[in-house]
């Protein structure tokens, strides 16, 4: 373990020398000030225009920091050849990986808890009342910019950046689209096309899990059930995304 934590205090060290966190205080007053100018020119719901800008643009920053910084944590390390001087060591890739991984979630949580506290500080100055779903919703945005950052880290060792972040952006834009509900009208007698709708929700993230922005908006609420049960969906996933990259990374001629 300590082997992790020393990777992932010198990765955490090294994302904040790039001001990423700056970023994030920067467009947290932008939250603020977008918030304020929208509300004036409400009627009757500024909170919603509140919490709607508010988990935009906090989802906007989570999966693309994870995309576009996660892209680079270990394809930079190889390519510069700098990953060497850790392996050359008596260090098992794996806990490379996950000190990598564990780092920059760091940096991710600490993005997150900056523009949530200023969006809900906003949301809160115009009267709104912070329930449970709005705390979800919080979580499940961590959770899916988790997921673009092992799928980003998974493709980026076996093909190069660019391509890493555009199949990464056609899975998150698909697994938003997949949601049955939307999808059952054009199911319905299509059995070929109801079992690669099937296969899909099988095998590739159904990124619709997660999103429960418009239950928020209109004050509705999800069972209990669901809401655990997707937490799973997420970790577990999750686990399988990182089992996946370890293997191949274990695997990869680093040569």
Not at 185 to 191: M, N, Q
Request: charged fraction near 15%; include cysteine.
């Amino acid at each position: 373990m300590s082997t992790i934590f020393t990777v992932a205090y010198y990765t955490f060290k090294e994302l904040l020398k790039s001001r990423v966190l700056m970023n994030a205080f920067f467009m947290g007053c932008f939250l603020i000030a977008l918030t304020y100018i929208a509300s004036e020119f409400t009627f009757g719901v500024p909170q919603r225009i509140a919490i709607d800008f508010g988990l935009g643009i906090l989802t906007l920053s989570s999966v693309g920091m994870a995309l576009f910084f996660g892209v680079e944590l270990l394809s930079k390390e190889i390519e510069t050849r700098t990953i060497y001087m850790i392996i050359s060591r008596p260090v098992e890739r794996y806990k490379v990986l996950l000190g990598k991984y564990l780092g920059f979630l760091s940096i991710l949580f600490l993005n997150l808890i900056i523009l949530a506290s200023m969006s809900l500080i906003t949301f809160k100055v115009l009267k709104g009342d912070i329930t449970n779903m709005i705390l979800w919703n919080i979580i499940y945005i961590f959770i899916e910019a988790l997921l673009v950052l092992l799928l980003v880290v998974l493709f980026s060792l076996n093909t190069n950046n660019t391509v890493s972040v555009i199949s990464v952006i056609v899975l998150y834009v698909t697994g938003h689209a997949m949601d049955p509900n939307t999808l059952k009208f054009f199911v319905e007698g299509r059995p070929a096309f109801e079992k690669l709708i099937n296969f899909y929700h099988f095998v590739l993230p159904g990124f619709y899990k997660l999103n429960i922005k418009d239950f928020v908006l209109y004050q509705e609420n999800l069972s209990s059930e669901y809401l655990i049960s997707t937490l799973g969906y997420g970790f577990l996933y999750s686990l399988f995304l990182i089992t996946l990259t370890a293997v191949i990374f274990e695997r990869k001629d680093l040569n």
